[in-house]
């Protein structure tokens, strides 16, 4: 074989390692990006099965707590609230999160004032209706801490791997970007304080 027949396998062969190199790397990008729509979407199932129970919530304790009226308007105003923002889920930056969690915590925040004021109500506490409809709150309240957890693993997983170094420029220049985490609420860090 002449020196330049080899000399031109060997660029072929370069370059076909470096295709197969670069298909596999984008590949792997796109794969890992469905991965966290996938659980960015099991985020959003918990969050909208939470959405669904409190109509039936507030209208079973509606007329027994009549007298906490502002406690009932706030819950309604912060699920409206939580409702009004969506994320695309191609584009979960992390200003994007930080906006859907702040109105899913303003519902959490709502919602427990609401079992908070419910407690001074024996006689609510032992409605058949009202019980279930709490035990399945919270139950969704800890799917949703669970979804959220395995989103933040997902996205953990894709950020490490656009961050590395090839990947890094190829996810630049086919525009995979890193995506947001759910965060913990401020204030959540310092141990509450218990006096007696």
């Known amino acids: 074989m002449k020196k330049s027949t080899i000399i031109i396998l060997s660029l072929v062969v370069v370059f076909l390692i470096a295709t197969l190199s670069l298909q596999n790397s984008y590949n ?16 959003e199932n918990q969050y909208q099965r939470r959405m669904d129970l409190i109509p039936n919530l ?46 899913q915590d303003g519902l959490s925040t709502a919602l427990g004032r609401l079992l908070v004021v419910v407690e001074k109500y024996p006689d609510l506490q032992s409605i058949q209706g009202f019980s279930d409809l709490r035990v399945q709150l919270e139950g969704t309240e800890n799917r949703i801490s669970i979804e959220r957890r395995n989103f933040n693993e997902t996205v953990a997983m894709y950020n490490t791997y656009i961050k590395k170094f090839p990947t890094n420029i190829m996810a630049r220049l086919f525009g995979f970007n890193q995506k947001g985490y759910f965060k913990a609420v401020a204030g959540s860090e310092s141990v509450p304080e218990v006096k007696f």
Request: negative net charge; hydrophobic residues 40%.
């Open 28 to 43: 792997k990008m796109v794969e890992m990006e469905e991965s966290v729509s996938k659980a960015w979407a099991q985020v």
């Open 58 to 103: 507030v209208n079973s304790v509606k007329g027994s707590i009549s007298a906490e009226k502002d406690i009932l308007e706030s819950v309604i105003k912060a699920r409206a609230s939580a409702t009004s923002i969506t994320v695309d889920p191609s584009k979960l930056s992390p200003e994007q999160i930080a906006s859907y969690q702040q109105a």
